[in-house]
């Protein structure tokens, strides 16, 4: 399979698990943590989802697309290890969907992370 094919796949993959945890936590309230900005396209298409819901934002630097910064105050800006505890603390048994997409492609280093967040978000 070619690069090209592989990124399609992976992406197709990652929309479809998304909308179905979108439709699933439709009627759940609370809010969403999306966990990994990067470009920010999932975040664009979670507050597509969800417009009215707030969206909270974890990164350790700020690189998205323009259009794809959230606000300050739905921000946790730093190493997730850092945020993720005083995040859980204020918003503790209320944030109806986790989206984590904190892949590095280094395949140790990311089963540490998944994890680290698993425990965390159980
Ligand atoms: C694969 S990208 C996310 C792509 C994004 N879902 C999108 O659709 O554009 C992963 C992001 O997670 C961030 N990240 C990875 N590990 C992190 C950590 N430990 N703490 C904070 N941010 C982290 C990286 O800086 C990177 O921007």
């Given at each position: 399979?070619s690069r090209?094919?592989?990124?399609?796949r992976?992406?197709?993959?990652?929309?479809?698990c998304?909308?179905?945890?979108?439709?699933?936590?439709r009627?759940?309230?609370?809010?969403?943590?999306?966990?990994?900005?990067?470009?920010?396209?999932?975040?664009?298409?979670?507050?597509?989802?969800?417009?009215?819901?707030?969206?909270?934002?974890f990164?350790?630097?700020?690189?998205?697309?323009?259009?794809?910064?959230?606000?300050?105050e739905?921000?946790?800006e730093?190493?997730?290890?850092?945020?993720?505890?005083?995040?859980?603390?204020r918003?503790?048994g209320t944030?109806?969907?986790?989206h984590a997409?904190?892949?590095?492609?280094?395949?140790?280093?990311?089963a540490?992370?998944?994890?680290?967040?698993s425990?965390?978000?159980?």
């Amino acid at each position: 399979m070619s690069r090209l094919d592989s990124v399609l796949r992976r992406l197709q993959a990652q929309r479809d698990c998304l909308n179905l945890a979108i439709r699933l936590v439709r009627d759940l309230p609370g809010p969403v943590f999306e966990l990994g900005l990067g470009n920010g396209r999932t975040y664009d298409h979670l507050r597509e989802s969800y417009p009215d819901r707030e969206i909270f934002v974890f990164e350790r630097r700020v690189s998205a697309h323009v259009d794809c910064i959230p606000d300050a105050e739905h921000l946790f800006e730093g190493e997730i290890e850092e945020t993720l505890d005083g995040a859980l603390s204020r918003f503790a048994g209320t944030v109806a969907l986790a989206h984590a997409d904190l892949g590095s492609g280094h395949a140790v280093r990311d089963a540490c992370t998944a994890a680290m967040i698993s425990t965390k978000l159980t």
